[in-house]
């Protein structure tokens, strides 16, 4: 049994629990599953308004009657975006409950984080109760072949351009392959062609951006938006969604000068643009990055990785960057040779 549900920021510790409840009855009914007695009772009671609180001991008990005949895995998404501080001590607290008492199930806590702190309110008190897990995004061979895959099924192809430059600009994340392939697709056979073309992906982009998520389009916004003509907000945003980052994310203003004077076509200092990095981190602008400093240097990072495609998307869109600067900016050493 694998009950599977998704947070949301205002779900609290017993709606979490009910919610898994109401999964396994879901599952249970639609693969003709026979649930324990107890646990059938459990479910009428909460459908029925007698039961409103899960307590710990009340979900270990869950969790135990299903054990006895069944394999339970309790899958917890969108875990980040619990914004209830004690709704996550108490999911910490009940992986310990459960550990402590050698409750026979896992919980698989999912969510975005860049390491458990930012994940598991109080993790020291349950760090020997859980494995961590990293997913580190998509290397740009996984997301070609996400694209590729996917056109496979309904007999398109594309052509190698269009690809490589599908996967520079997903920067590792599969919703933007999805969503440039899809768009990309559709816009080939819009033209009666069977293949996508590098002519394609400009208009792709374009449609993409409308249907990126208004929490993105709203983060860009706020982050770019200024009342000065000259201001460099979208140059320097879009020079940071270009950098070379490390395996976690982070890169450091020298990483950004490049991609900068490229959209700039002219020399430009670090010291320039400097008030603009750190103006990222403040609330006001977001914030869309975030800052750590390593060695007294500071280095930064996306606060949410979907707004980094995003900018480039946008740069790409408005005219800020050409697709001839990214096939400038390409990876010579890339062993695939590609054209972005």
């Not at 693969?31 to 909460?46: E, G, T, Y």
């Not at 590729?148 to 994340?173: D, M, T």
């Not at 080939?188 to 208009?203: F, L, N, Y």
Request: aromatic share 6%.
């Amino acid at each position: 049994m694998t009950p599977h549900i998704n947070c949301s920021s205002a779900n609290s510790y017993d709606a979490i629990w009910t919610a898994v409840l109401d999964d396994i009855e879901f599952r249970a009914e639609r693969k003709d599953i026979a649930l324990p007695r107890w646990v059938q009772k459990l479910a009428s009671d909460f459908d029925n308004g007698s039961r409103v609180d899960f307590p710990p001991e009340l979900a270990r008990r869950l969790v135990v009657e299903l054990a006895e005949t069944m394999e339970v895995v309790v899958i917890i998404d969108e875990f980040d975006q619990l914004e209830n501080v004690e709704t996550r001590q108490r999911i910490a607290d009940a992986i310990k409950y459960f550990s402590d008492r050698n409750v026979p199930a896992t919980i698989m806590l999912i969510g975005v984080a860049e390491d458990i702190d930012g994940l598991i309110a109080d993790h020291r008190s349950v760090s020997r109760c859980i494995a961590q897990v990293r997913m580190p995004r998509m290397s740009r061979d996984e997301v070609e072949s996400i694209v590729v895959n996917c056109l496979n099924q309904v007999k398109l192809k594309i052509e190698a351009g269009a690809l490589h430059e599908i996967s520079r600009i997903a920067k590792g994340l599969p919703h933007y392959a999805h969503l440039l392939g899809l768009h990309a697709g559709r816009r080939a056979v819009a033209g009666r062609s069977k293949t996508i073309k590098q002519a394609d992906i400009q208009p792709a982009i374009k449609t993409a951006i409308q249907k990126v998520q208004v929490s993105i389009r709203t983060a860009y916004q706020k982050a770019t938006i200024s009342t000065k003509k000259n201001a460099l907000y979208k140059q320097v945003i879009l020079a940071c969604s270009m950098a070379e980052a490390d395996e976690y994310g982070y890169f450091s203003p020298s990483d950004v000068r490049e991609p900068l004077e490229r959209i700039l076509k002219r020399q430009y200092g670090i010291e320039a643009f400097a008030r603009h990095l750190h103006a990222f981190c403040e609330e006001e602008r977001g914030p869309a990055l975030k800052r750590a400093d390593f060695s007294n240097r500071p280095r930064f990072r996306f606060t949410d990785p979907l707004l980094q495609p995003f900018a480039l998307m946008k740069g790409l869109d408005e005219g800020i960057v050409s697709e001839d600067d990214l096939k400038a900016t390409r990876d010579l050493s890339d062993p695939q040779g590609r054209l972005f």
